[in-house]
């Protein structure tokens, strides 16, 4: 590249900074492209073994974001050594001592472990846990090693069980009321036809229906994303019209709202004037992610300081294991929200999964909101709110800072009193 013109120092860094993020993730996976497939493989090992214990472990049974590895674990008493060749994705495997290795057809390592039937539960918990997590609760077992249960293992250390997905430090391990996808009650953060989106707004509004929810927020992007089919502001007029006979037909509450980009300065893609039409705003930054953390965080700042920004969304712009995101000073981000009533989203499509969750108990803290949005482009993409559920629970989020957890009834009196609060109701 060094002789080719238009390629500075800078950009030849840039490259190879991707090729190297590239080759740093490759024998990685996303879990949501993984989690059902590992179920099925245990299900297969079940039916094959009908009188085995047989469970997930290590990172794929704290569901992180990322895996690379799906680890499970046979008691000994099941003799798949001398099975192994009725099951037909071990077909492949090789086997060092009690651990059987391979790659399944979709070239997804696994590893299955085979541990004393008396010590299951107790390699279990060893096997789930980070090594902090474990080296804890371990200095309480006082070498005890043989358990029927996690339960009476946790019991045993004089503790409440802790959720596997808890288990990565000893900072979460309980949770009141931690967040159940059963609790979401509105699907945020929506694209339609009128932009990007591969259904119409009724289509979607169906589909809300169908999965459960009581509300849905059409929220197409705004006129920079001209790529994404931006709206002008004479069609936000006209979607306005559109979602308002459609909430005296569909059957469900419609929002109106916008993905609002956040210019290069940290400004709205609309003035106020145009704002103010929305029942709500969601800012996001789309376009020239290349920033250092100073130049980010303020671009996001006064983008949160802007009176009709209601959520933050994606705030690193990451694609895990494609794009690692733009640095921000999170907690300073976390401030501005908390001091300007403004709700983060962590965006539940599996290659964002954006506020990471390390980042939710110092927002909840901060009495910070989070809402778990599909960013959905299709009716399919509204399922995506699993994803974010689950990633949401590791990072403790409960039902009640759960931002559309709340009733329809919730949202619009708190909307209002949010308006009255900022002036602009």
């Given at each position: 590249?060094?002789?080719?013109?238009?390629?500075?120092?800078?950009?030849?860094?840039?490259?190879?900074?991707?090729?190297?993020?590239?080759?740093?993730?490759?024998?990685?996976?996303?879990?949501?492209?993984?989690?059902?497939?590992?179920?099925?493989?245990?299900?297969?090992?079940?039916?094959?073994?009908?009188?085995?214990?047989?469970?997930?472990?290590?990172?794929?049974?704290?569901?992180?974001?990322?895996?690379?590895?799906?680890?499970?674990?046979?008691?000994?008493?099941?003799?798949?050594?001398?099975?192994?060749?009725?099951?037909?994705?071990?077909?492949?495997?090789?086997?060092?001592?009690?651990?059987?290795?391979?790659?399944?057809?979709?070239?997804?390592?696994?590893?299955?472990?085979?541990?004393?039937?008396?010590?299951?539960?107790?390699?279990?918990?060893?096997?789930?846990?980070?090594?902090?997590?474990?080296?804890?609760?371990?200095?309480?077992?006082?070498?005890?090693?043989?358990?029927?249960?996690?339960?009476?293992?946790?019991?045993?250390?004089?503790?409440?069980?802790?959720?596997?997905?808890?288990?990565?430090?000893?900072?979460?391990?309980?949770?009141?009321?931690?967040?159940?996808?059963?609790?979401?009650?509105?699907?945020?953060?929506?694209?339609?036809?009128?932009?990007?989106?591969?259904?119409t707004i009724a289509e979607m509004?169906?589909?809300?229906?169908?999965?459960?929810?009581?509300?849905?927020?059409?929220?197409?992007?705004?006129?920079?994303?001209?790529?994404?089919?931006?709206?002008?502001?004479?069609?936000?007029?006209?979607?306005?019209?559109?979602?308002?006979?459609?909430?005296?037909?569909?059957?469900?509450?419609?929002?109106?709202?916008?993905?609002?980009?956040?210019?290069?300065?940290?400004?709205?893609?609309?003035?106020?004037?145009?704002?103010?039409?929305?029942?709500?705003?969601?800012?996001?930054?789309?376009?020239?992610?290349?920033?250092?953390?100073?130049?980010?965080?303020?671009?996001?700042?006064?983008?949160?300081?802007?009176?009709?920004?209601?959520?933050?969304?994606?705030?690193?712009?990451?694609?895990?294991?494609?794009?690692?995101?733009?640095?921000?000073?999170?907690?300073?981000?976390?401030?501005?929200?908390?001091?300007?009533?403004?709700?983060?989203?962590?965006?539940?499509?599996?290659?964002?999964?954006?506020?990471?969750?390390?980042?939710?108990?110092?927002?909840?803290?901060?009495?910070?909101?989070?809402?778990?949005?599909?960013?959905?482009?299709?009716?399919?993409?509204?399922?995506?709110?699993?994803?974010?559920?689950?990633?949401?629970?590791?990072?403790?989020?409960?039902?009640?800072?759960?931002?559309?957890?709340?009733?329809?009834?919730e949202v619009e009196n708190w909307?209002?009193?949010?308006?009255?609060?900022?002036?602009?109701?």
């Open positions: 590249l060094s002789k080719l013109k238009g390629f500075g120092e800078k950009t030849q860094q840039s490259v190879i900074d991707s090729i190297n993020y590239y080759q740093s993730n490759q024998g990685k996976f996303r879990y949501a492209a993984v989690a059902d497939y590992a179920n099925l493989l245990v299900a297969e090992l079940q039916s094959s073994l009908p009188n085995a214990l047989i469970n997930l472990s290590g990172s794929i049974r704290r569901q992180l974001n990322i895996i690379d590895t799906v680890n499970i674990l046979v008691n000994r008493n099941a003799d798949i050594k001398e099975q192994i060749t009725s099951i037909s994705f071990l077909n492949n495997a090789t086997m060092e001592g009690d651990l059987i290795k391979g790659k399944t057809e979709t070239d997804v390592r696994y590893e299955i472990k085979i541990v004393d039937d008396n010590e299951y539960y107790y390699h279990l918990f060893v096997e789930t846990g980070s090594p902090d997590f474990v080296a804890t609760i371990q200095q309480k077992l006082n070498g005890k090693t043989n358990f029927s249960s996690e339960v009476e293992l946790f019991a045993a250390a004089g503790m409440p069980y802790v959720l596997p997905e808890l288990r990565d430090s000893t900072d979460l391990m309980q949770v009141d009321g931690l967040i159940e996808l059963s609790d979401i009650k509105g699907v945020v953060h929506n694209h339609s036809t009128w932009s990007d989106g591969k259904n509004a169906a589909g809300c229906i169908e999965n459960g929810y009581s509300y849905f927020v059409i929220s197409d992007h705004s006129k920079t994303a001209v790529y994404a089919g931006g709206l002008t502001e004479q069609q936000i007029i006209a979607q306005h019209k559109e979602i308002d006979a459609l909430n005296t037909t569909s059957g469900i509450k419609i929002f109106k709202s916008i993905e609002c980009d956040i210019l290069n300065d940290g400004s709205m893609d609309y003035d106020d004037s145009v704002l103010s039409t929305f029942d709500f705003v969601i800012a996001s930054i789309h376009q020239n992610l290349k920033m250092d953390e100073e130049r980010a965080t303020q671009r996001l700042l006064r983008a949160i300081e802007n009176p009709y920004t209601t959520i933050l969304g994606h705030m690193t712009g990451r694609l895990l294991l494609s794009r690692p995101g733009y640095p921000v000073d999170h907690k300073k981000i976390i401030d501005a929200c908390a001091a300007n009533d403004v709700v983060i989203e962590i965006n539940a499509n599996p290659y964002r999964l954006d506020i990471d969750y390390t980042y939710i108990p110092y927002a909840i803290h901060k009495g910070v909101m989070i809402s778990i949005n599909p960013d959905a482009h299709s009716v399919e993409g509204i399922k995506d709110i699993r994803w974010g559920t689950i990633s949401a629970r590791k990072g403790g989020l409960t039902k009640k800072m759960c931002w559309n957890a709340m009733e329809v009834g909307l209002t009193a949010r308006k009255k609060k900022k002036g602009i109701l």
